[in-house]
């Protein structure tokens, strides 16, 4: 006899290996530590991120080849300080995010307060599933380009969708299927809504 699925275990497959909230957490505090003039400063963000990262058995380090990406993968997958490549078992495992563009700015409070309004107005709407969409497209707009929702390009929307969204958000199958309806919703009513009271 088959034995019946265990919801839970189910529940737990879905969930990221290395959290979002994570993530976007090393990337700040890389980009933080590239912005500071003195090196002590930058290698105490450094070493707050190694820190944050070393709670979910995760390392960290900016791309030789490509000093404007940021590359997060299981420490499992390193010896002597090198990546193995034979100890790569699912390079979907790997995460990386650009380090280009703006990035933490003077208006990125105000950015991400912006957004993360929008966010909970798709929630609130229209569901927590095209809620849940809404909020990975706040963390894109937010942390790779320090821009309001409604200023991201065409462009910009389809790196999200086709790059961002299926790599760094972890999504569920439902999400998956109304992703692009999640993020028009997000756009109308990112036009609705207004930066520092006037837009």
């Known amino acids: ?12 497959d879905d969930e990221p290996e290395l959290p979002l909230e994570v993530v976007d957490e090393a990337e700040r ?7 500071v003039a003195n090196e002590d400063e930058a290698e105490t963000y450094r070493e707050a991120r190694d820190e944050l990262l070393a709670d979910t058995d995760f390392t960290a380090r900016v791309r030789e080849d490509d000093r404007d990406t940021l590359v997060l993968y299981p420490e499992e ?24 563009g703006p990035g933490a700015s003077e208006d990125w409070d105000t950015i991400e307060e912006h957004n993360r309004a929008v966010a909970d107005r ?6 927590e599933t095209h809620g849940q969409n ?26 999200f969708l086709d790059e961002y969204f ?24 990112a036009d609705d809504e207004s930066i520092g009271g006037e837009r």
Request: no cysteine; charged share 35%; net charge negative.
């Open 77 to 100: 997958w390193v010896v002597d300080g090198t990546v193995h490549p034979d100890r790569v078992d699912d390079v979907d495992r790997g995460i990386e995010r650009s380090l280009e």
């Open 29 to 35: 505090l890389t980009r933080l530590a590239r912005e």
């Open 1 to 12: 006899m088959a034995e019946k699925p265990d919801p839970e275990a189910a529940e737990a």
């Open 122 to 127: 798709v929630a609130a709407e229209h569901g």
């Open 134 to 159: 809404a909020h990975a497209l706040a963390d894109f707009a937010s942390n790779h380009y320090a821009k309001p929702i409604d200023d991201l390009t065409r462009e910009e929307r389809a790196e």
């Open 166 to 189: 299926v790599r760094n958000a972890f999504p569920s199958d439902d999400q998956k299927a109304v992703v692009e309806e999640s993020v028009q919703f997000a756009v109308e009513i």
